[in-house]
Antibody
Framework: EVQLVESGGGLVQPGGSLRLSCAAS????????MSWVRQAPGKGLEWVSA????????HYADSVKGRFTISRDNSNYTLFLQMNSLRAEDTAVYYC?????????????WGQGTTVTVSS | AIQMTQSPSSLSASVGDRVTITCRAS??????LGWYQQKPGKAPKLLIS???SLQSGVPSTFSGSGSGTDFTLTISSLQPEDFATYYC?????????FGGGTKVEIK
């Protein structure tokens, strides 16, 4: 069964940094675009960032542009999200998700999520 | 960014009811729209892609329609396991944008 497992969440102070990872298994990772989607407590879903299968193209929500960087290691089947200059409003559960194809379309497989809390 | 306006934000319904949720895009998005179901504490699950294509394993009581700017998710006969929050997502262009969600509650 296709699987995504996030890690790296935790408590960080405002202005701090955190790096999330998403380990993929049981599919040809490099073929598919991947995204990060977040959900603040009690709120709806917000798409954060996407990267194409070959990593040649990245996309960001305006709310994180310039602060977050998405990347991937296709050899090790891992997706990353480097989060810098964190703010209280970045507090959320962060999900990684696999797209249907090599470019960002709808997402057919999701991880279980990792929680990021930004607080002093 | 394309805005996705979803309505209603919540609804109460009984088992067996027909339920309709709508999503309106701020500009035309062809049929580049998906519908997701999310239960408390769980990751979202893709139900429908390309506005009307039912994902494998999703009950046929779910259906989607629409193109351009107006889209609909219909549950023809609500089952106990369908009580959840539903979201639309446009994948026409970046940034991808979700609707605000519709919480379907038991009446």
């Amino acid at each position: 069964e296709v699987q995504l497992v996030e890690s790296g969440g935790g408590l960080v102070q405002p202005g701090g940094s955190l790096r999330l990872s998403c380990a993929a298994s049981r599919f040809t990772f490099s073929t598919y675009a991947m995204s990060w989607v977040r959900q603040a407590p009690g709120k709806g879903l917000e798409w954060v960032s996407a990267i194409s299968g070959g990593a040649g193209s990245t996309h960001y929500a305006d709310s994180v542009k310039g602060r977050f960087t998405i990347s991937r290691d296709n050899s090790n089947y891992t997706l990353f999200l480097q989060m810098n200059s964190l703010r209280a409003e970045d507090t959320a559960v962060y999900y990684c998700a696999k797209h249907f194809g090599g470019v960002p379309t709808n997402m057919d497989v999701w991880g279980q999520g990792t929680t990021v809390t930004v607080s002093s | 960014a394309i805005q996705m306006t979803q309505s209603p934000s919540s609804l109460s319904a009984s088992v067996g009811d027909r339920v309709t949720i709508t999503c309106r895009a701020s500009q035309g998005i062809r049929n580049d729209l998906g519908w997701y179901q999310q239960k408390p504490g769980k990751a979202p699950k893709l139900l429908i892609s390309a506005a009307s294509s039912l994902q494998s394993g999703v009950p046929s009581t779910f259906s989607g329609s629409g193109s351009g700017t107006d889209f609909t998710l219909t549950i023809s006969s609500l089952q106990p396991e369908d009580f959840a929050t539903y979201y639309c997502l446009q994948d026409y262009t970046s940034p991808l944008t979700f609707g605000g969600g519709t919480k379907v509650e038991i009446k």
